[in-house]
């Protein structure tokens, strides 16, 4: 894409995917999400799980300041309320980069 657009997968206990949510499309290089959309989306649907997916349009999936603290967010909402966060991933030109497998989740 040429801007950013955020995906939010809603999953069952199962992880399987029950839905998919675009929950921002922004500007070149940066776009706006709610953990309170976020989680008013996944109670609808009664989702166990979600992941947030987002692409880089300048095709460097490191996320930045903004990914880092938005993603602290979605997962301290989300333990309180018992949705977990189980990835954040950032798609890149031809690569990506994972939240979880980089640790951090």
Known sequence: FEREKVF?????????MIAEHILSEGTVNASLISPREIFLTALRNSA???MLLHNHPGGD??????DILATQQVQRAG???????IDHIIIGDRTYYSF????YL
Do not use: A, F
């Open 79 to 85: 333990e309180l309320i018992g949705i977990s966060l």
């Open 48 to 50: 166990v799980y979600i």
């Open 100 to 103: 979880k497998e980089k640790g």
């Open 61 to 66: 999936p490191t996320p930045g300041r903004q």
């Open 8 to 16: 939010l997968l809603l999953m069952d206990g199962r992880n399987h």
